[in-house]
């Protein structure tokens, strides 16, 4: 916890978040973490699995609001990625430490969410979180993490991890150097993002953590605001994100509650900016923002005979009174709306990442987090195999 220097935090990912538990103050946090619903991997098991270690601590606010950001552009990058012209299953997961908030016992270290594939969960937790003084153990959450979260074991998997934050590495009771390789050992790449001086960074282990881990060394200034860029097809993705919208037919128990979630995080891309708000639309688009643990259009996409085996009560009240085939029908005209809209939004993405792109061009000021990120996704993507397809 250095106020001294940047604002740092980490944005590492990927998994859920769940319930009231990341509000900071004064109060004790719940230390249990989220079960969360995860997509069924795809064929060849091929996964993309990102883990945002974020330090919580003071000094961390500035890069809690980069990585709320960043979130969307991260996401939207990860989607470009290809195994055997296959798109891979994408799983983030979200830890946060160095806060005291959390228990000393535990190194104050806390699980937000385990990987998984539930986008919105993640938004909601990640705006959740709250700074409060702290410790931060870099070797501790980093052993953690490795130890308790569900790694693919498939040779195609590509795996990362991201810790950001300010102080030295090689604080706390775990050895710093073992925690790397202990991720190694399991092929996982360690990435580190220091919130500062690139000289300080490395005086602080940093360099030499990202180095063991394979992965890369950032700095970065966590005090500077993102640059949202304003693009003339800007307007046009946010109409076709109402559509996709009015397409959603929630079920079952939590079926109503998590559509709203989905609207609230629409709500805080835009609290942050518009262009950010259609970042998120554009990520609403892609084969990775799946809802069908409460969607039923994605449901039945997953399996075509979820609706013969519904249970009444599971359906949402302007289906109930109807039958299983007018049900499938209505069923089957939203689902061929929210594809067709999804095409023309994709046509659209591909405009504005070219305008953008061309923007970034006159600019040097380029260092926040999600740039980091990005950069090493594509460099440990072309290790792996993968191709990127924009």
Known sequence: MKKTLCTGLLF???SLLFARCALRGNNPQEKEPVMAYTATPAADNTRV????????????DGL?????SRLWNIVNTLTTLKYNGQTPVIEISLYEYGNDGLAQKDNYIRQVTPMTTDLDLISEKLFALRTNGGQEYCGAVISEATGKLTWGKGQADMKLMYIAGNEPFNQGGVNYKEAVSGALAKNIYVNTIYCGSGLEGIEGFWKDGA????????????DVKVRFIETPYDKQISDCNERINSTYIAYGAVGRQKQMNQLQQD???KQLSTANAVERSVSKSKKIYKNDSWDLVDRVK???TAVSAMRTEELPAELKGKTKSEIKIIIAQKSQERDSTQKQMAVLAKKRQAY???????????????????????????????????
Request: with cysteine; hydrophobic share 35%.
């Open 12 to 14: 590492c990912t990927a």
């Open 211 to 222: 180095e063991r881990g394979q992965g890369k060394y950032f700095t970065i200034d966590s």
């Open 302 to 304: 997953a399996d075509s």
């Open 64 to 68: 809690i609001e980069q990585a709320k």
């Open 267 to 269: 709500a805080n891309a």
């Open 49 to 60: 699995q990102v883990a945002l270690l974020l330090d919580t601590s003071n000094s961390m």
């Open 356 to 390: 953008i792109d061309e923007e970034m061009k006159k600019t040097k000021n380029n260092d926040d987090i999600g740039e980091a990120i990005k950069t090493s996704i594509y460099t440990v993507a072309k290790v792996k195999g993968y191709t990127v397809e924009q």
